[in-house]
């Protein structure tokens, strides 16, 4: 009973990380949004054809959000991993 309340608690921190993971992605998502959002209107407003070096720009700032993303998806499905992990070693001890 004692190890089964133990991994509780162990499963609560690791949601709670994830939880924390996931807010601060979705707060980095949505200031990326109003950034590219501003940046159409200001465009749209000037009634300028994006340059090459705008199109440039634009490309640059999507390619670095591509990255973020894909590091934050590594680095959440590393802890998850390693949850499983001790959760396995916690199965064969109990056995």
């Given at each position: 009973?004692?190890?089964?309340?133990?991994?509780?608690?162990?499963?609560?921190?690791?949601?709670?990380?994830?939880?924390?993971?996931?807010r601060e992605q979705l707060t980095r998502l949505?200031?990326?949004?109003?950034?590219?959002?501003?940046?159409?209107?200001?465009?749209?407003?000037?009634?300028?054809?994006?340059?090459?070096?705008?199109?440039?720009?634009?490309?640059?700032?999507?390619?670095?959000?591509?990255?973020?993303?894909?590091?934050?998806?590594?680095?959440?499905?590393?802890?998850?991993?390693?949850?499983?992990?001790?959760?396995?070693?916690?199965?064969?001890?109990?056995?």
């Open positions: 009973m004692l190890s089964r309340l133990q991994e509780l608690r162990r499963e609560e921190e690791t949601l709670l990380r994830v939880k924390a993971a996931l949505r200031v990326e949004e109003l950034a590219l959002q501003s940046m159409i209107r200001s465009r749209e407003e000037n009634g300028t054809v994006p340059s090459s070096r705008a199109a440039e720009e634009i490309q640059k700032t999507l390619g670095q959000m591509d990255n973020e993303a894909a590091i934050n998806q590594t680095e959440l499905h590393l802890s998850l991993q390693d949850h499983r992990e001790e959760e396995e070693e916690e199965e064969e001890s109990d056995s």
